[in-house]
């Protein structure tokens, strides 16, 4: 292959044609209103993270022992645990049962 031969074609090669971008002139493709926009929601995202900072909080060890003094309170009538008095009783059990002829 001659060098001019090569020169054409690596000049044909897509990798060395230019890539034209709109997105590089001087002139701006934000709008007026999605500054406003931007503005309003990150407004409503600090009131918001107000709010969060103003209630009251309880601890989460607190939480966890009224739950655990709740569940050990009612596990003597929870169905779940203690299980049904008769089976007519188990929402749970099947309505019919399948009989094959």
Partial sequence: ??????????S???SNHRIVD?????R?????????????????????LREEARRERT???VVCKDLVRYV?????????????QSPKDNPFRDKQQCSLL
């Fill in 72 to 84: 050990t309170d009612h596990q003597s009538s929870d169905a779940l645990v203690v299980g049904f």
């Fill in 22 to 26: 709109n997105f590089s002139s001087s």
């Fill in 59 to 61: 601890k989460v060890s």
């Fill in 12 to 14: 044909n090669h897509p």
């Fill in 28 to 48: 701006s493709y934000a709008p007026e209103y999605h500054v406003q926009s931007v503005y309003t929601n990150q407004r409503r995202l600090c009131e918001h």
């Fill in 1 to 10: 292959m001659s060098a001019q031969q090569i020169n054409n074609s690596a």
